[in-house]
């Protein structure tokens, strides 16, 4: 698998308010949209989750708009592990317009590996660990 995942869509018309573009809290949705297929096709999903008795928490999200999205409009989502520590993850992001390739948001959020059952942080089990590259900064899109 790739260390950057990808995965493109249209923009729907309940993404726009009414200012006429993609609402702030769309990009948050999709943070957590294309970081919880990006683990899935890393074979991080529900299933083994559950079997570890573990989950992720987002402690903080950044968002930096550049450029407004409109309906219809292709959107190429991209995310990828940035770092780790004992029991935390940064994610970061690009949504870019595939027609002209501008990036219209960069996005961070760090995640908190915790037991489900008490909500507690713990060590990143190394099963998880191992199915995912850190993307150096040199190597971002």
Request: hydrophobic content about 40%.
């Amino acid at each position: 698998m790739p260390k950057i995942f990808h995965h493109q869509f249209n923009v729907s018309e309940e993404a726009v308010d009414q200012n006429g573009h993609v609402n702030n809290v769309v990009y948050v949705q999709w943070m957590q949209d294309v970081a919880v297929m990006h683990s899935d096709a890393q074979g991080c999903n529900n299933d083994l989750y559950q079997r570890l008795g573990t989950t992720w928490v987002a402690r903080s999200h950044y968002v930096e708009y550049r450029s407004p999205a409109f309906a219809g409009e292709r959107i190429d989502a991209m995310t990828w592990i940035a770092g780790h520590k004992r029991s935390s993850s940064v994610r970061q992001y690009r949504f870019v317009r595939v027609s002209d390739g501008k990036v219209l948001a960069r996005a961070e959020t760090e995640w908190v590996y915790v037991k489900a059952e008490s909500g507690r942080p713990c060590a990143i089990d190394s099963e998880v660990l191992d199915a995912f590259e850190v993307v150096a900064s040199d190597e971002e899109p």
